[in-house]
């Protein structure tokens, strides 16, 4: 017979940042698509923040800008560890 071993080691390995988002100017109504992505074991979750409240998740956020999504915008990734890695980009929505 087969004797599977159940014995796994599992590293885990803090989230970092591969991509992280570039600061963009766009005019209003167009839109603006920021990217981040991390690595880590377990597979890092990103989460898009702005003044403190989640505005999405995932790899890629995508934005139809008004006026008012002027601002800074963090890309958070974690992992269930202690340890969150964040990089910032800033939006710059001008006027038509």
Known sequence: GVSLNKNYIFIVVPPSLITTPADLTVIESATATFHCNATGNPNPKITWIKDEKTV?????FIIETKRNH????W???????????N???NLDVQCK
């Open 75 to 85: 890309c958070s990734a974690g992992n269930g560890l202690d340890s969150t890695v």
């Open 87 to 89: 990089a910032s980009a």
């Open 70 to 73: 002027s601002g800074k915008y």
């Open 56 to 60: 999405g998740s995932g790899d890629t």
